[in-house]
């Protein structure tokens, strides 16, 4: 991050899905916060704007326009891309007696390839996923399945006691670049946990880091996603200033993993379920545990070579060291490219997308958005909270992510924009916040998620 002498470090409420290992915030002058200030509801938020770095570059890669790769099998192709190719893999198709990978769309593939065209073959599966989006114990509650004036799209009621991998993913997705597409995975927003990824279809990963810790925890009513210390983790300090960029924010599996502090998880509906527009909702409960950053928040499906704008809904976010704030935005970029990442803008709700409501750790709340053509309202536990109208929320269709992150740039804000406050020696975590005594395994817990469509 950095700020110009006259700048100042603005409230950035909803960062989850910016990409802060892609970006420096520097502060616009307009509405200084003063350095020791709280943030109460209703006070104005700075402005922000946003200077991209230059793009990776991969000195054992092919830097070329296109770039493809084959292998015997699909899975060995994409691993033979990701190894040989810089830019964004496309599309995989059967070309002959062996699988084509490209950073263009594959055109003239014949059907009646040699080549039997199937889907990844996932290690660690839920043999028993039901199939469908809506889970069959939402049908046997009314209030549920026949909510007036909407139709029931999508539910987990999270009765079972393991994930149903015909809803859910346990990986979080980048723009479909990173984090498994090559198995290669990305530290965002200078966040303080490595997400285990359960049905990983990366050898290692599921050999390594599957089997040594799962975050997901059921007792036959809900879901917990929880947090531990990394069992893997080495002491590796940047030496220099040519290592604290993004070198070192995304890779291989091992030096990723060892140097992050904590293990955490995140369910995403990304490839399985999305839509544009309806009304979804999680009943949740969220820790109270300094570091936590809890979310439930929609993302963009489309990629960037398919016409998106990177858009984003946050539901719900949280900060664990101030459990009386929940915070809503909606963000999208123009001018989006596979070579350029976008010119990015954060719309504010009104009133404030800063809500107080006492300790919002005590017990579950129910958050919900009902987002309808030109309007995006947000609701707790039934009541509006705040609202957006604005035509830019109207472009493309989203996947849901619930996910407990650990620490990173918004944590350490200063106090007046959300954050610890803490000085730079003792920012989060300290050696003795990676304690296993002192972490605690905090958990985000999910009771059911609901999607509905609207109906005349």
Known sequence: MQRSPESFVSRICAMSGVLLSLLLVSCSNSDP???GETLTEGDSWPGFSYTFDSLPTFSARNSSTACTATGSTINIAKQNYGQQCALPRVDCDPIGGEWVCSSEVISGVSNTSSVPVSPPVFINTDTNSSGQPVDPASWNMPEVYQKPGYELV???EFNSHQIDTARWNTQLRWDGEFNGSWHEYRIVNGEKQFYVNILSDDPEH????????NPFVFDGSRLAIRASVNPFLE???PTGPEQ?????NYGRLDPLLKRQPFLSGVLSTHGKFSRKYGYFEARIKIPSHAGTFP??????QRERWQDTRRSEIDIMENLGHATQYVYNSFHYFDNVSISYPG????????PNGQITGGDFSDDYRVYAVDWSPGSVIWYIDGEEVSRLENSNVDHEEMYIILNLAIGGNWV????SAGGLGRPDDQRYPTVEEQAASAFGNPQLEIDYVRVYRHVQ
Not at 412 to 415: E, K, Y
């Open 33 to 35: 916060i003063e350095s």
């Open 154 to 156: 999508f539910s987990d």
């Open 206 to 213: 599921q050999a390594q880091v599957v089997p040594a810790y």
């Open 235 to 237: 002491t590796i300090a």
């Open 244 to 248: 604290i960029g993004r070198d070192i």
């Open 295 to 300: 979310a439930f928040w929609l993302f963009h």
């Open 343 to 350: 010119d990015a803008n954060f719309l504010r709700p009104e």
């Open 412 to 415: 350490n804000f200063p106090v």
